[in-house]
């Protein structure tokens, strides 16, 4: 089992910038390949961004290409999502995520509680 937890949200102004953190525990976190998923009012929730255990793979989404990047510490069991240059359109409820499986295929088995961030324009 794996247990996650969101924190950074928050509220702030287009063009702005925010880190959230996810912190991981119960299950070796440097295996897991960890992602960032979002979920707006009234529509599904969709995929942001996810890194592979060895770091060396990372994908994003087209609509946070070039300005959110995903990061993680295997020594603080903690994965980031830097979002900058926010837009209204970001403005959603943002879950990590992770999975033991393959980093293309598998899906994703745990998840974290959610932390909202919310972008003014």
């Known amino acids: 089992q794996v247990q996650l937890v969101e924190s950074g949200g928050g509220l702030l102004q287009a063009g702005g910038s925010l880190r959230l953190s996810c912190v991981a525990s119960?299950?070796?976190?440097?295996?897991?390949?960890m992602g960032w998923f979002r979920q707006a009012p009234g529509k599904e929730r969709e995929f942001v961004a996810a890194?592979?255990?060895?770091?060396?793979?990372?994908d994003y989404a087209d609509s946070v290409k070039g300005r959110f990047t995903i990061s993680r510490d295997n020594a603080k069991n903690t994965v980031y999502l830097q979002m900058n240059s926010l837009k209204p359109e970001d403005t959603a409820v943002y879950y990590c995520?992770?999975?033991?499986?393959?980093?293309?295929?598998?899906?994703?088995?745990?998840w974290g509680q959610g932390t909202q961030v919310t972008v003014s324009s």
């Open positions: 890194i592979s255990w060895s770091r060396g793979n990372t």
């Open positions: 995520a992770a999975k033991y499986g393959s980093y293309l295929y598998a899906t994703y088995d745990y």
């Open positions: 119960g299950r070796t976190f440097s295996s897991a390949t």
